[in-house]
């Protein structure tokens, strides 16, 4: 796969994707965490929770991960909605991040979010003036 | 143009780092005009890697805001560029270079410096430094920084000097 062909996976918390949301799009590449609640060693199917989100994780394509129930994991993958409109996040990476404080990362999200839209509304302001 | 911070690895983000525009100086970049920046410090998920022994190793790093392309040259016992450098240096780097190489995986958080360059016009970052971190905090922190140094720092270099 050439790097073109992949995007970044935007962050996102898993409350955040239901079916209103500019996120939840079928190809869309996201980066999600949560606990892992449920792993199928058959199906590679991993469905992971945060708070009372949950979303399944397609896992075949990872090599050297093991899943631990209780541990904390992040995927960087697409979404894929499937007919019945559930969707499914296609990892292509995944790692263990027991340990990172959940809270920081929420409230880190707003404030990039924050600073995101300041830096576009200044670069175009900028672009006017020029 | 401020030119406190081009011989400093000013810590980025991904969005932040491929918004930077070129200057006549192909070695320099503008930030919104007011900052000019020759080094960067990312720090992100690696995402894709392809390896060319000898030569090179090209890399993305995605911190979540943006995919930044690095590029690791392995190319030091062969390239004319350091024929004329002494050559126990020269392996010293190499194998540096090579260790790096090694250390870039699928999936490892990597904090990258190196120049900022450009090629085929977009952004992309020469290697010259590459950390693993093992803190699933690291990201989150890094980002924090980055955004405490943008507001404090590098949208403000330009009408007085960054403390």
Redesign the interface.
């Known amino acids: 796969?050439a790097?073109s062909a992949?995007?970044?996976?935007?962050?996102v918390t898993l409350a955040e994707l239901h079916s209103s949301s500019p996120f939840f799009k079928d190809g869309t590449s996201l980066?999600v965490t949560g606990k892992l609640q449920d792993y199928s060693v058959e199906t590679a199917i991993a469905t992971v929770a945060d708070g009372s989100a949950i979303l399944k994780v397609d896992t075949q394509h990872?090599r050297?991960?093991s899943f631990r129930v209780g541990s904390?994991y992040q995927f960087?993958g697409e979404l894929c909605i499937h007919p019945d409109n559930e969707p499914i996040l296609q990892a292509?990476?995944?790692?263990?991040?027991?340990?990172?404080?959940l809270n920081?990362?929420h409230q880190?999200l707003q404030?990039?979010r924050q600073?995101?839209t300041d830096?576009m509304n200044?670069?175009s302001n900028?672009l006017k003036q020029? | 143009m401020n030119k406190s911070l081009q011989t400093t690895h000013v810590k980025l983000?991904?969005?932040?780092l491929l918004?930077l525009n070129p200057t006549s100086d192909p070695t320099t970049f503008s930030r919104?005009?007011t900052l000019l920046l020759s080094r960067a410090e990312i720090l992100g998920?690696v995402?894709?890697r392809?390896y060319k022994p000898n030569k090179f190793l090209?890399?993305?790093v995605?911190?979540?805001?943006?995919?930044v392309?690095c590029v690791l040259w392995l190319n030091h016992l062969t390239s004319p560029y350091f024929s004329r450098r002494d050559p126990a240096s020269v392996r010293v780097v190499a194998n540096v270079a090579t260790d790096f190489a090694s250390q870039i995986k699928?999936?490892a958080?990597a904090r990258v410096r190196g120049r900022i360059a450009s090629y085929r016009g977009d952004v992309q970052i020469t290697v010259s430094d590459v950390v693993i971190e093992k803190?699933?905090?690291a990201e989150?922190l890094h980002?924090?920084d980055c955004?405490r140094l943008?507001?404090k720092c590098y949208d403000v270099v330009a009408v007085r000097n960054c403390k």
Do not use: E, W
Not at chain 1, 6 to 11: M, P, Q, T
Not at chain 1, 94 to 99: E, K
């Open positions: 796969m790097s992949i995007k970044s996976g935007a962050l980066r990872l050297d991960l904390m960087i292509r990476v995944g790692r263990n991040v027991d340990g990172l404080d920081l990362y880190s404030l990039l600073f995101q830096h200044n670069q900028n020029s | 983000l991904a969005f932040d918004s919104s005009a998920t995402t894709f392809d090209k890399f993305t995605d911190d979540g805001t943006g995919l392309p699928i999936g958080v803190d699933p905090n989150v980002c924090l955004l943008a507001r």
